[in-house]
């Protein structure tokens, strides 16, 4: 696979302007994906508000569906570009993304906009790997690092802009602005697409990816999914959560059966002897874990404890991505100077220490300034130092040409992560009865962030000391691992 590799025919000779329209095409690709993880969780509590029947662990799905197709397809959807045609890929993904939020726009219950989101999900795995392949082959070699740095702070610029700009539609509209947005951005990008895009080779034809394998993945983490989030209300011991888990289990070992034996599987099992390889993906699906969960918890607990309009709590989040952005860049260069570990322990210290803030000075009246914004920045900061370098550290001791597998295996396990933390956050918050138990019950899912942080952190000292790859690769590692940071 050869995801951040150029096809056959680089376009080196294309014009200064077709260029630039080129990067504005496959930039919005990653602005679209990289919008909707941030502006989803502003739409949370709209979405509770819509359909007032649906518990929260079903409306969870919205989530956690898009993470596990997301995560489930990624890789194989670079195989596939490789194998037909990085454009021909990128316009299926495209199409794909655009159509699946329509429908979530449209959606009149829960079950279809949940179905929307698995089809964005296709798209967006479809997408980002055509997208980045067609850019690298735009430009000359020496301008790659650059541009592919600029592309993933296109998306990073998405995520950091998504809180507001996504409290801003749903106040204007509703929470179906937040997924109609798409569909401009989506057409704009065709119609110039089809204009600049020009179809690249298919690869040498070999065996086909593991389709079946991408189904056997996305059905184990479902059941497991289903299991955590359905225990509290069916029972934990009950016939229909014990099936989920152990369906899961056989599902999975299947899965990995496949794995180890399939040409084109969708998880490489042969990447994991590289220690740092493995160590650094542990730490990024246990860091997944409590991270997309504080991420989600905290618009809920702006909105249901302090009462937040939705705007205003969309507002109050801003800051911590903007200092995302701002550190991501140099935290990633820093790492390749003075060694992963280090840049790494810094940082997974900082988030400890700004859950731990969370957890302790936080209460049921709003106090801004005092307790959510010092919080919200010192957050910022770690995951800053954290998850770019993780990206980059996972494949640091990989052969140059398994660089792109590695970067989507580690994404696949920031997605799946991801999708656990949602589920975990349905059990944990629970359904209070008053403020002060809602106030603890908050405190108890930023103490569980802290752990799979400190966690986290205890796996990092594991990862090789000095960087073994090249620092001019870091940008392209720290670029894909950045745009789904925040």
């Not at 296709?122 to 980045?132: D, I």
């Not at 079946?212 to 299991?227: M, R, Y």
């Not at 860049?329 to 900082?350: Q, W």
Request: aromatic residues 10%; positive net charge.
């Amino acid at each position: 696979m050869s995801q951040l590799s150029a096809p056959q025919s680089p376009l080196v000779a294309t014009p200064v302007t077709r260029r630039r329209i080129v990067f504005a095409v496959t930039a919005l690709g990653a602005f679209m994906a990289s919008l909707d993880l941030s502006i989803v969780n502003v739409a949370f509590p709209a979405l509770e508000r819509s359909f007032p029947t649906d518990p929260r662990a079903t409306l969870a799905w919205v989530i956690t569906s898009y993470g596990i197709v997301f995560g489930s397809l990624l890789v194989i959807a670079g195989r596939t570009a490789d194998r037909l045609g990085s454009r021909k890929v990128f316009f299926a993904g495209l199409g794909v993304f655009t159509v699946g939020s329509a429908l979530c726009g449209l959606a009149p219950s829960v079950e279809l906009l949940v179905a929307g989101r698995v089809i964005q999900g296709c798209g967006a795995a479809a997408l980002l790997p055509a997208s980045l392949s067609l850019l690298l082959a735009a430009f000359p070699t020496e301008r790659r690092s650059q541009v592919v740095a600029l592309w993933g702070g296109v998306g990073a610029l998405a995520v950091a802009t998504g809180p507001s700009l996504g409290a801003a539609l749903i106040t204007v509209g509703s929470w179906r602005a937040a997924f109609f947005v798409n569909v401009p951005i989506g057409v704009a990008a065709w119609i110039a697409g089809r204009r600049v895009l020009v179809k690249s080779h298919a690869g040498t034809p070999g065996a086909a990816p593991d389709y079946a394998g991408a189904v056997l993945i996305a059905l184990s983490l479902s059941a497991l999914v289903l299991g955590i989030t359905e225990g509290p209300t069916w029972g934990w011991a009950t016939a229909p959560v014990v099936g989920c888990f152990a369906g899961a289990v056989v599902v999975g070992a299947v899965f990995l059966w496949r794995s180890a034996r399939h040409p084109e599987p969708v998880l490489d099992l042969t990447l994991f002897r590289a220690r740092s390889f493995s160590v650094a993906n542990a730490a990024t699906f246990l860091y997944a874990m409590g991270f997309f969960a504080m991420l989600l918890g905290n618009i809920l607990f702006l909105t249901s404890v302090w009462h937040y309009p939705i705007l205003e709590a969309g507002l109050a989040v801003t800051p911590g991505p903007l200092v995302v952005a701002v550190v991501s860049g140099p935290a990633g260069r820093t790492a390749s100077r003075v060694g992963f570990r280090k840049v790494l322990l810094a940082g997974f210290t900082v988030f400890f220490a700004g859950l731990v803030w969370f957890a302790t000075r936080v209460g049921v009246h709003p106090d801004y300034l005092a307790t959510w914004l010092p919080g919200t920045l010192i957050i910022g900061l770690g995951i800053g130092l954290t998850f770019p370098v993780l990206g980059a550290a996972a494949v640091s001791s990989l052969h140059p040409n398994r660089f792109a597998v590695g970067s989507a295996v580690n994404q696949t396990a920031r997605q799946i992560g991801g999708a656990f933390g949602i589920a975990l956050l349905v059990v944990i918050l629970g359904t209070p009865h008053s403020p002060a138990d809602a106030l603890a019950h908050f405190h108890n899912l930023w103490w569980y962030a802290a752990g799979t942080a400190a966690l986290s952190g205890l796996a990092c000292t594991l990862i090789s000391h000095k960087p073994r790859i090249a620092v001019e690769v870091a940008p392209v590692a720290e670029a894909v691992t950045e745009r789904s940071a925040v």
